[in-house]
């Protein structure tokens, strides 16, 4: 039987975080939560890449560096794009929706559909 | 210099760098630049042609750590496609009043972007260019800004974003299971991966996000949204169906020839790709809006071409077929929602029925869009009959065999539905939407445009021996494609197409519309989850 903390390891963590924000995604009919589930899965994807690749007691790829633990440097590096885009993303998600809400009056998937339908 | 980063920085190195100019001066900049751009594409065409695929890493790094660009057959026939079509497009647009700036910009960036990810051979590459060009698609389907194309833009950004979740979370998967990123050496190391089930759900993450990209069956509900949006600008729709949607298609393929030294997939995706071919017609022939018609058949189409890429082992004739209508299907679809673009202006009608007559009263654009419908249903002679021809090929004598002549016989109903515009007698519609423009004809400029397509889509099949030689270095007897027996079918087809829309389709009409359901942004999250599911479970009941 494993412990909680290594249940609780940053792996485990970062795609129950993911299916959180999937069930998210599913489920809610408000817009802005239905942005931030999209925001939710991202981190989950973020957090899964900057773990992983981290075996303990590897040697630093580059160049010599102090006795601390060493993990794999690539996906991190890949993972600060990933976060600045994530970070547009949402200003762009958010524009949008101000745009729409100002348009509709609701931030409810449905009722904005059915306001739609009814013009 | 191998021309492979510029063709991708030129565009939007022009545009970011031009910006401060006026409209004029820059509209100038932009189609010097896309001049520039054909050469430096067509260039790149002969290069690989001659000179067989060019490989280069960024910046000098070692493979596997910088980022890979690739031109092969396949890849450089589509940079062409795009270089091409966005310098059509730009002159198509001159004289319209929403070409301001921003517009421009975004539009030469979306060819930067779209070339890029053609070229692209690093995986998470792909996914920044990929959530990039999401981004600025969503601005420019919303670029009219009015009536309801805030919402559709707000569905597809949703949807797209989640799926690069999906697609990120899966590079995670890839990069842990086989420590590279670079889609050549994927290839070598999952063939050597020993057991082959690791990979599975990497997989299918990444799929799930491309097959979002690639509006495959239950996932691409954004698309008509996106293509069809009733006020996004023609040209835009005309890149979206031509070239924007081939770029998710093409790392479909990509992917499947990467993945399949370990995973068995085709089966499965040869049955996505029919369930896609047929609710996309099934929904394209109830369509009451030009544009939204026109986005469904483009889902069947993508199916018909999921079907060709999958229907044979990699380079069998089948799949050059699926490749081949890629190209087809890009040239048709754009020509018709130019057309389409150009009869909602005159008659100010978004509703198929309002319009009637459009041979007599445009009588350039109608016969380029007689071209147009004559090629997207698969008339022998034509660029797409040809293709269609050849995703057949490798199912002939065989139960899917029927399936293609299914899709194309609603094909044809959708079709029959679309071209009752041609006919009849131009009359002001009764409820103008927008205010109609019914004095002004297209510009000379815009016809010549649009025949030059028109054109192309006839020629493309006349000449699909030498086209086919020139594009994939094959070698193939396209005859088949204009046999008697072919021509019998197809005769029956229309003929059945005809008898189906007069005594079943259009009476029905009316009443499919009553019981049609709205669908909610929940149900296209769900089609995303079921999705993923149905393709790791497969992967796990098969490998």
């Not at chain 1, 925001?39 to 790829?61: E, H, K």
């Not at chain 2, 966005?86 to 001159?94: D, R, S």
Request: contains cysteine.
């Amino acid at each position: 039987m494993p412990s909680l903390s290594e249940l609780l390891s940053a792996q485990n963590v970062s795609i129950l975080l993911f299916f959180v924000g999937l069930l998210g995604l599913v489920t809610q009919k408000n817009i802005v939560r239905t942005i931030i589930s999209v925001n939710v899965m991202d981190v989950g994807a973020i957090l899964f890449l900057i773990t992983v690749n981290y075996t303990p007691g590897s040697l630093p790829p580059i160049a010599p560096m102090g006795d601390g633990p060493v993990a794999d440097p690539l996906p991190q590096a890949l993972m600060i794009t990933a976060i600045v885009i994530g970070i547009a993303v949402s200003a762009v998600s958010l524009a949008v929706f101000i745009a729409l809400f100002r348009r509709y009056g609701s931030a409810d998937w449905e009722t904005v559909l059915k306001r739609i339908r009814e013009r | 210099m191998t021309g492979l980063l510029p063709t991708i920085l030129l565009p939007i190195t022009l545009g970011a760098v031009g910006y401060f100019l006026p409209r004029r001066l820059y509209q100038g900049l932009l189609l010097a630049g896309q001049a520039a751009q054909v050469v430096l594409v067509t260039r790149l065409f002969v290069m690989v042609r001659t000179g067989g695929p060019i490989r280069v890493v960024l910046a000098d790094w070692p493979e596997g750590v910088g980022i890979a660009l690739q031109a092969d057959l396949l890849s450089s026939t589509l940079v062409a496609l795009a270089g091409w079509f966005f310098l059509l497009m730009l002159l198509f647009n001159t004289r319209k009043l929403y070409m301001d700036r921003l517009f421009q910009f975004l539009f030469v960036l979306l060819q930067g972007l779209l070339i890029g990810l053609f070229l692209s051979g690093d995986l998470f590459n792909i996914y920044v260019l990929l959530e990039l060009s999401t981004l600025v698609i969503s601005v420019l389907i919303m670029y009219k800004r009015n009536k309801q194309t805030i919402y559709d833009g707000m569905v597809y950004l949703m949807i797209n974003l989640a799926s690069m979740s999906f697609m990120l979370l899966g590079i995670g998967f890839v990069y842990r299971a086989l420590g590279t990123l670079d889609l050549a050496q994927l290839a070598r190391r999952i063939a050597e991966v020993a057991n082959p089930r690791s990979l599975i759900l990497g997989f299918s993450l990444v799929m799930t996000g491309i097959g979002v990209k690639s509006a495959l069956f239950l996932l691409f509900g954004w698309l008509p949204k996106a293509h069809g949006a009733p006020s996004a600008p023609a040209v835009v729709s005309a890149i979206l169906s031509g070239i924007q949607v081939k770029a998710g298609l093409y790392l479909f393929l990509r992917l499947i020839v990467t993945f399949e030294t370990a995973i068995v997939l085709r089966p499965f995706f040869l049955v996505v790709g029919f369930l896609t071919a047929l609710t996309g017609v099934g929904l394209a022939m109830v369509q009451h809006r030009i544009k939204s018609l026109l986005a469904y058949s483009t889902v069947s189409q993508i199916g018909l071409i999921v079907v060709g890429l999958t229907a044979g082992a990699a380079g069998s004739p089948s799949t050059w077929g699926g490749v081949f209508h890629m190209v087809n299907h890009a040239v048709v679809k754009a020509l018709l929602f130019l057309c389409a673009g150009l009869v909602i202006h005159v008659y100010g009608t978004k509703e198929l029925s309002q319009v009637r007559g459009v041979l007599r009263k445009m009588p350039a654009i109608g016969l380029a869009m007689a071209l147009g419908i004559l090629g997207i249903i698969g008339t022998p002679l034509f660029g797409a009959g040809v293709s269609k021809y050849f995703i057949g090929g490798g199912l002939s004598a065989n139960p899917v065999d029927w399936g293609i002549l299914l899709v194309n016989l609603g094909t044809s109903l959708t079709f029959v539905k679309f071209g009752h515009m041609l006919f009849g007698r131009p009359e002001i519609p009764a409820l103008v939407v927008d205010g109609g423009d019914h004095s002004r004809q297209p510009d000379a400029f815009t016809r010549t445009i649009v025949v030059i397509l028109g054109a192309a889509t006839l020629l493309a099949g006349v000449f699909a021996q030498p086209v086919i030689a020139l594009l994939f270095g094959l070698d193939v007897d396209a005859s088949g494609a204009w046999s008697a027996q072919k021509i019998l079918i197809y005769a029956v087809t229309i003929a059945m197409a005809v008898l189906l829309y007069r005594f079943v389709l259009a009476p029905a009409t009316e009443k499919i519309r009553r019981i049609s359901r709205p669908v909610y942004f929940a149900d296209y999250a769900l089609g995303i989850l079921v999705f993923f599911a149905a393709t790791t479970a497969y992967g796990y009941l098969a490998g």
